[in-house]
Nanobody, 120 residues
Framework: QVQLVESGGGLVHVGGSLRLSCVAS????????MGWYRQAPGKQRELVGL??????HYGDSVKGRFTVSRDGAKNKLYLQMNSLKPEDTAVYSC???????????????WGQGTQVTVSS
């Protein structure tokens, strides 16, 4: 079983910065990807930043302002958010997928989410 725990959300003023962290624990043989997604009230969940074997990928609305990074040795994922805007207000959730063991039993796990609120 894989668990994800996020931290770092909170309230910040427009133009400010926040750093989110996510740590994966449990029986993990290999992680294929780790990413951040967000969902604002009344809107669909959208990609924020994703790290795969091919590199990092970002949602269009955060390019140039947010940076996603991964510490592979510690199964940790970070999201540095700069120049925050009110429209960045949402619940941010961490996701990871990969394999539990050498038999390629797979997992796809979500964290509980952390609230980010940007006030104007």
């Amino acid at each position: 079983q894989v668990q994800l725990v996020e931290s770092g959300g909170g309230l910040v003023h427009v133009g400010g910065s926040l750093r989110l962290s996510c740590v994966a624990s449990g029986t993990i043989s290999r992680i294929n990807s780790m990413g951040w997604y967000r969902q604002a009230p009344g809107k669909q969940r959208e990609l924020v930043g994703l790290v795969t074997g091919a590199g990092s990928h970002y949602g269009d609305s955060v390019k140039g302002r947010f940076t996603v990074s991964r510490d592979g040795a510690k199964n940790k994922l970070y999201l540095q958010m700069n120049s925050l805007k009110p429209e960045d207000t949402a619940v941010y959730s961490c996701n990871t997928d990969g394999f539990l063991d050498s038999d390629y039993n797979s997992f796809d796990q979500w964290g509980q989410g952390t609230q980010v609120t940007v006030s104007s």
